[in-house]
């Protein structure tokens, strides 16, 4: 006999049936409250397995760990970046000395710019100097360096 | 007396244990493997759900899906386990197993304790279901499983007016013979006769089965 309905044997019972008859009942009772709690089911395969579970039990991804940590990441990397190119860009389009930008427009870089040239009227320009007296004045002033931006505009530059 | 005996014998009640072992099987699992998990939830899924059952009982009678729920939560505890421990193997899955279960039904029982009954004081201790859960043995509970897994085999043998007459169970077992017979519209003496000899055939049963 197994030791499950002899354990029940010695127990008591109301009914006043023999031990024998008892032990059986007992243990019938036993079975027939497992089988309702559902002991002899079995447990639903889809509810368990390996990829269903993973889908169903993770949390969303921008609510886990695995979302949030690269994203940071990757946003601090991209606001750290933003910032150096905005950095850049704002000192390249900080203004510069009148006569740093008037050099720029100079196309030969050691013969002397139009800002070095640039003496003001009734000052004789030097020989370097002639080719900005665009109005043949024999001075570099601001009547040359307006003709010369209207060229350079005409030339599209 | 040598009356022959009246339950069919169903060979195929109680499979033997054959194929990979559980530890090839736990090593397949942690790679991935959706059979392995079949084979081994095959193998040990009713001894969770009874495990469940033992260590829960008035639980499990109060809500009827509360064991599935539980079952559904250990397996997938399982998984996670073995996943975590990668090529480490327990020496015995069903104690295991068991050991899981016992843990998960622990938890569950004491997330159900209202807030003013939890923490280290007597109070958590004295609710019956968790005392029930944490003594729960785990070869007890091995045992009763293998006599209840024996008792359904021979019930499963019975023919169709005794397992009729099992449908009406608690009437009789809980009620003196005069009220059962009432109920079941039969005569006391023919209940009687008849309970005694589908009791006699299941304890024949049993005791042919594990040599008792």
């Known amino acids: 006999m197994t030791k499950g309905i002899a354990k029940a044997m010695s127990n008591d019972n109301v009914t006043g049936r023999t031990d024998k008859t008892q032990s059986v009942e007992l243990g019938l009772l036993e079975w027939n409250s497992a089988d309702r709690a559902g002991v002899f089911r079995a447990t639903e395969y889809s509810a368990v397995g390996l990829e269903r579970r993973s889908d169903r039990c993770s949390p969303p991804l921008f609510q886990s760990r695995r979302f949030w940590v690269p994203f940071a990441a990757a946003a601090m990397v991209a606001f750290g970046v933003g910032t150096a190119m905005f950095t850049l860009q704002l000192r390249s389009l900080r203004p510069k000395a009148g006569g740093e930008v008037l050099a720029r427009s100079s196309s030969a870089s050691n013969a002397p710019g139009f800002a070095e040239c640039l003496n003001g009227p009734g000052v004789a320009a030097s020989p370097e100097c002639v080719k900005f007296d665009f109005d043949s004045d024999r001075d570099v002033d601001l009547i040359d360096y307006g003709y010369d931006q209207r060229v350079k505009l005409a030339a599209g530059n | 007396m040598s009356e022959k005996p009246r339950i069919r014998s169903d060979p195929s009640a109680t499979p033997k244990v054959t194929g990979p072992t559980d530890q090839e099987l736990v090593l397949r699992l942690a790679s991935g493997d959706e059979a392995a998990l079949r084979l081994l939830m095959d193998r040990y899924d009713r001894l969770v759900r009874f495990a469940v059952f033992r260590m829960a009982r008035s639980e499990c009678r109060r809500d009827p899906q509360w064991l599935d729920s539980r079952a559904t939560g250990i397996w997938q505890g399982f998984i996670q386990s073995m996943k975590r421990a990668g090529n480490t193997v327990p020496n015995s899955l069903k104690t295991y197993l ?115």
């Open chain 2, 98 to 212: 068991l050991q899981v279960s016992r843990n998960h039904v622990i938890s569950a029982l004491r997330r159900k304790t209202p807030p003013w009954d939890q923490g280290e004081g007597p109070k958590a201790t004295t609710e019956p279901d968790l005392i029930e859960a944490t003594d729960c043995n785990p070869s007890v509970i091995v045992e009763e499983l293998d006599s209840l897994s024996t008792l359904r085999d021979c019930i499963s043998g019975l023919n169709e007016g005794d397992q009729a007459l099992l449908a009406r169970l608690e009437e009789i077992v809980n009620r003196r013979w005069v009220e059962a017979a009432g109920s079941l519209g039969m005569k006391e003496s023919t209940l009687r006769s008849r309970w005694k000899r589908l009791l006699d055939d299941l304890r024949a049963c049993v005791e042919g089965k594990t040599g008792g």
